[in-house]
């Protein structure tokens, strides 16, 4: 204690106050403050080994040695209870300090004299130029240990492999770990601040769900797409939880989120999912997966009263194939036959692999009946026999195969996956009776609708080759009742001498195509018709029109065509007038407003067929070199009664006035009928007031007697 009261204390101690009267304030007893100081005040000398010239009695509770066992001569230096492998950062703190002249802080350990370790902090100055230290020394055992524990705890959350992120009310992230960094790819720093919503948005509705569910719930779990730094996408599984704000602390509310990365997991499932339920050899759905569909989508058709369709489709001759050239061209065939198939459906619908050569095609439940339904299957099973009717290219060799598909409509109040596969399988054997290369249906009544339609077709092939389609002419008229042309109708003369009318036949030639061949021989009749009428004066003036269908008119070598039949029959092209409908000309304007061009180069003459029926805008009324219009005679039947169909009448005829082309109203019947399209501005008919369709014979003679 002496040593404390020299005067030649350090300058600049706080000693120096000691025990002096402050304004008659009571005196600070030095020692007592040494004595309730919690840890020790030293001065020593900077020799290398810190012999102390003073220590407080606390020394002894820090170490166990007294103070006297430091001061004596020769005493214990302090150097020797320092920890040998902390002395040598305690001589660099103090060098530093000196070379510095600051004061220090400085934390070691040292042994005790029952030997426990202890943390010691040590806050010191230097005086005397460097020669001696003063200072305190305090236990900091307990909040090393603490510190440690809290290190050693934050440590945990950096070693977790799992990204460990919290976030505030506003989606600031405050807390990232080294596992975030690794899921995420951004590091703490570059996050720290930033919103988690706006860093990682894979999906923000999804986010913001998660969001309110943990602040209403205290917590929520899930999977989280998201988007990593790299651009990677990721998937996470996550678990989110509340912590509520501590006041105490002064920590506001927060979440913590948990997130592992499930990626490669959510991959192997994938992958897995896509061996059970699809093909390795052709990648369709295998038969697994159209158990499932074929069960979903009876069910959908159930609830929805809508009718699908279900196609067994088997390759003929596979197995020749097979045993002929070897499985690895049998594989390559069949591969190329599931692209094919897959071109023959819509998106929706759905080509599986049974297995072998089985493949089956599910059409989804649209259609309201189940004629409906078998119309539509009839499209893609035709689309299928005619996918492979081209040979395939399998390495060097080219191969033909072809298909026998069995078809069966389904409807889920009645149907069940087995029925429906069974009826398909049946349906298909039944094609293959028939010869393969075909489809048949199962169900009697589209199969009867189906066998029909194809007989009609065959009925049709048959008739343009034996030469049974004849053509009539009815008469059209002007206001003085003089012929000036005639419109040719086709008309279908069966062996049995029957006459057939386009409303049986036309729409099934145009499904099945067969309009073009008959559209030309159609045209080919008429033109030789026409040049026949230019032979004679009392006939040559008369217009021919010709009814043609949008396909027709559409087909790339109409004209040449055209131009073929002209020079053949040697006609006079000005004398044709070709009829269209509103449909061709809405459906590809630009080509046919081309095609139109070219012909009435010409001089063959237009006229816009049913007119008033379809879906004309004035636009491209205009910009079509028309000559003609027709009214469509469903306006006619009533126009004397009906006001709507009488306005319509009127309306087509101011119409064509106003665009400078020739109205002629078709369907008249009766004189008060003339009168009302004379009344209103019509002047050329044609109808059964005058004429039905005749003979070409009959026509000629006709012509002449009322010329
Ligand atoms: P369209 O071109 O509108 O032909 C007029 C139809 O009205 C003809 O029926 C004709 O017989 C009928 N008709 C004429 N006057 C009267 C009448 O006063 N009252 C009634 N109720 N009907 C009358 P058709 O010959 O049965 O032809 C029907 C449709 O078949 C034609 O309608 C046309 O769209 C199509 N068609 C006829 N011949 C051909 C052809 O050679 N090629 C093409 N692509 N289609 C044709
Ligand atoms: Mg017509
Ligand atoms: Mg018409």
Known sequence: ??????????????????????????????????????????????????TMEFVSDGIEKLC?????????????????????????????GIALAIEEHRAFQ????????????????????????????????FDFTRVRNADMLVHEQASYLQRARDGIVAIDINSRITYWNNGAERLYGWNAAEVRGRKFSELLCGNLPAYHAACEATLSNGEWSGELA??????????????????????????????????????ERKHSEAKIYHLAFFDALTDLPNRASLLDHLRRALLGSARTRKCGALMF??????????????????????????????????????????????FVILIQPVEDTREGAATQAETVAAKVVAAMAAPFQLAEMSYSVSVSVGVTTMCGTVDTVESTLRQADAAMYEAKACGRNTYRFHDPAAQAAWSARAELENAMRRALRDDEFVLHYQPQLDRSTRVIGAEALLRWRLPDGKLLYPAEFIHAAEESGLIIEMGRWVLRTACAELARWQRYPDTAGLTLSVNVSASQFIEPDFVPMLQQIFEQTGVQPSGLKLELTESLVVSDFTQTARTMGMLKQRGISFSLDDFGTGYSSLAYLRKLPLDQLKIDQSFMRDVLTDQNDASIVRSIIALGDSLGLQVIAEGVETPGQRQFLSDAGCFIYQGFLYQHALSAEHFTQYARMVH
Request: some cysteine; aromatic content about 6%.
């Open 1 to 50: 204690m002496s040593a404390l009261d020299e005067p030649q204390m350090p300058a600049g101690g706080d000693t120096h106050i000691a025990d002096a009267h402050v304004d008659g304030a009571p005196a600070l007893s030095l020692e007592l403050l040494l004595q309730n100081l919690p840890g020790a005040a030293y001065r020593c000398l900077n020799d290398g080994v810190w």
């Open 64 to 92: 166990g040695y007294p103070p006297a066992a430091f001061m004596a001569r020769p005493g214990i230096p302090f150097a020797s209870v320092i920890v040998p492998e902390d002395r040598i950062a305690v001589e660099r």
């Open 106 to 137: 400085l934390t070691y350990r040292i042994r005790c004299a029952n030997g426990a370790i202890k943390w010691i902090c040590e806050q010191g100055s230097v005086a005397a130029s460097g020669k001696v230290l003063e200072g305190l020394l």
């Open 226 to 263: 998201h988007v990593r730094r790299d651009g990677v996408a990721i998937e996470t599984d996550t678990r989110w939880t509340l912590i509520e704000a501590d006041e105490a602390l002064g920590a506001p509310q927060k979440i913590l989120v948990i997130s592992t990365d499930i990626s």
């Open 313 to 358: 489709c088997d390759l003929d001759n596979f197995k020749y194939l097979n045993d002929s050239q070897g499985h690895a061209a049998g594989d390559m065939l069949l591969q190329a036959v599931a692209r094919r198939l897959e071109h023959c459906v819509r998106e929706a619908d759905m080509v599986a692999r049974l297995g072998g050569d089985e």
